[in-house]
C-alpha cells in the first residue's frame, strides 16, 4: 500500500509536472518570408530598368505598387533604346506601351487561347507558352514602328525555337543537358 | 541627326549603365547566383483543357556539371500569385517549399493567402506534393487534389541570342544576325510545373499572374 501511494504520488507529481511543462511550451512562431525576386512578363527588369538600384527595387515590388515608382523611368528608357518611338503595332505610344509593362504581370486567360502573341490580335497577352518567341515579339513592339516594319535588323533576334523540343505531356519542359 | 546615330548614341549611354541579362536570369545583383533568381515564368493551357499550367523556372545558366549538385532551398518559398479582379492584387496563391528531410516540394493552395505583398507566411495544408526528380531520371510526378506538380532539373526553355543584343546595347553591333545563337542552348535551370484545375483558380475568364521568391526570415 505505502509502495502504491508512493507510485501514485510519484505519477501524480509527473503529471502535474508534465502538465505544467505542456503550459509553458508557447506555441512556435509564425514563420515569414521575405520577397527577393519577382517576375511577370519576360525581360521587363534587365530592359527597362537601367540603374541597379531600379534593379534591385523592382525586384522587392509587388504589381500594385509598379505603376507610381516606375512608370515614368520606363518610359523614358524607352525612348532612350528608341528615339524615334511613336506607336506599335499594338497602336500603343510611350505612355501606353510603358503603362502596360510597368505593371509586371503574366495575362492569362482561362477560357480560351494562351499564348504571348500568335499574329491573332484577339489572342496578343493572353499566356505565355513553352514556345512562344517572346523576345521577338517585344523587340517588335519596342523597334518595329506602327507597321512592324521598322528598324528590321533590331526587331528579330533570329533565334526561334528551344535548343531542345518541348513535350505535349506533363511535364511539358524537356530533359536537362 | 540620323536615327542610326541617335540609336548609337542611346546605346552607349545604356552600355554605360550596366550588364543586360533577359528573361529575368540574374536581372539584379543581389538575386545572382541564388537559389532565389528567378529566370522565367510561363503559364499555358497544356494537354488537359480543365486546367491551367504554370511554370516558374530558377536557378538560371545551370552547366551540365552544375545541374548535377544543384538543389532547391529549404529557406526559399517560391509563390505563384494570381489576380482574379484586375486590381493587381493577389486573391490566390500558390506556395511552393522544398522539404529537405523528405527530398519532396511541398505544394500549398491554390488558396486565399492571409498575408499579402512583400511578406509571406505558409497557408494552410498541403495540397500536393512530390519528390525532386534527380539528375537523368525520368520526371516524377505527384497528382493530388486537383493539383499536377513536377520539381527538379529541366532544360533552360528560354531562347535569346543575348550576345548579340549586348554587342547592339554597347554600339558595337548594328543589329542582329540571322540566323543568331542561342546563349541559353546547352544550360538547365530548376523548375517546377503545376498543372492546375481551373475549377480552383476562381476566375471570371483572364487573370494576371506573377511569381515571387521569398526568403525565410
Known amino acids: ?177 | 541627326m540620323k536615327k542610326s546615330k541617335l540609336l548609337i548614341i542611346a546605346a552607349l549611354i545604356l552600355a554605360i549603365c550596366g550588364i543586360v541579362y533577359a528573361a529575368d536570369h540574374a536581372d539584379a545583383p543581389s538575386v545572382t547566383s541564388q537559389s532565389t533568381d528567378i529566370t522565367d515564368l510561363y503559364s499555358f493551357q497544356g494537354s488537359d483543357p480543365n486546367a491551367l499550367v504554370f511554370v516558374a523556372n530558377t536557378q538560371g545558366l545551370l552547366s551540365p556539371t552544375a545541374t548535377s549538385t544543384a538543389k532547391f532551398d529549404e529557406n526559399t518559398l517560391i509563390e505563384i500569385n494570381i489576380d482574379n479582379n484586375n486590381d493587381l492584387i493577389e486573391d490566390l496563391v500558390i506556395q511552393c517549399k522544398f522539404d529537405a528531410a523528405s527530398n519532396s516540394m511541398k505544394v500549398y493552395g491554390p488558396v486565399a493567402p492571409s498575408e499579402k505583398g512583400t511578406r509571406s507566411k505558409l497557408e494552410g495544408n498541403v495540397t500536393a506534393s512530390v519528390g525532386i526528380t534527380p539528375y537523368g531520371a525520368a520526371p516524377l510526378t505527384a497528382n493530388q487534389n486537383g493539383v499536377k506538380v513536377f520539381a527538379g532539373p529541366r532544360d533552360d526553355p528560354f531562347f535569346f541570342d543575348l550576345d548579340q543584343f549586348k554587342m547592339i546595347l554597347a554600339g558595337t553591333a548594328s543589329g542582329f544576325n540571322n540566323p543568331g545563337i542561342d546563349h541559353f542552348a546547352g544550360t538547365n535551370v530548376m523548375s517546377i510545373v503545376l498543372e492546375v484545375q481551373k475549377s480552383l483558380l476562381s476566375s471570371t475568364g483572364k487573370i494576371n499572374v506573377w511569381v515571387e521568391t521569398k526568403k525565410k526570415i
Open chain 1, 1 to 177: 500500500m505505502k509502495k502504491t501511494i508512493k507510485l501514485l504520488s510519484i505519477i501524480l507529481a509527473a503529471g502535474i509536472f508534465g502538465i505544467s511543462c505542456k503550459k509553458s511550451d508557447s506555441t512556435p512562431a509564425t514563420v515569414y518570408y521575405q520577397q527577393q525576386d519577382q517576375m511577370g512578363r519576360p525581360a521587363i527588369n534587365t530592359v527597362f530598368n537601367a540603374a541597379v538600384t531600379d534593379k534591385e527595387a523592382f525586384n522587392m515590388t509587388t504589381p500594385s505598387a509598379m505603376t507610381s515608382a516606375f512608370q515614368s523611368k520606363f518610359q523614358s528608357r524607352l525612348l532612350a533604346l528608341n528615339a524615334g518611338y511613336t506607336t506599335n503595332a499594338l497602336g500603343q505610344d510611350a505612355a501606353a506601351l510603358t503603362g502596360l509593362l510597368a505593371q509586371d504581370v503574366l495575362n492569362v486567360s482561362t477560357n480560351g487561347t494562351t499564348t504571348f502573341f500568335d499574329g491573332n490580335p484577339a489572342n496578343t497577352l493572353s499566356g505565355r507558352a513553352l514556345a512562344d518567341d517572346v523576345i521577338d515579339v517585344e523587340l517588335l513592339l519596342i523597334f518595329g514602328g506602327p507597321a512592324g516594319t521598322s528598324n528590321p535588323t533590331l526587331t528579330s533576334d533570329h533565334v526561334n525555337a528551344n535548343d531542345k523540343a518541348f513535350s505535349g505531356t506533363f511535364p511539358y519542359l524537356a530533359s536537362p543537358w
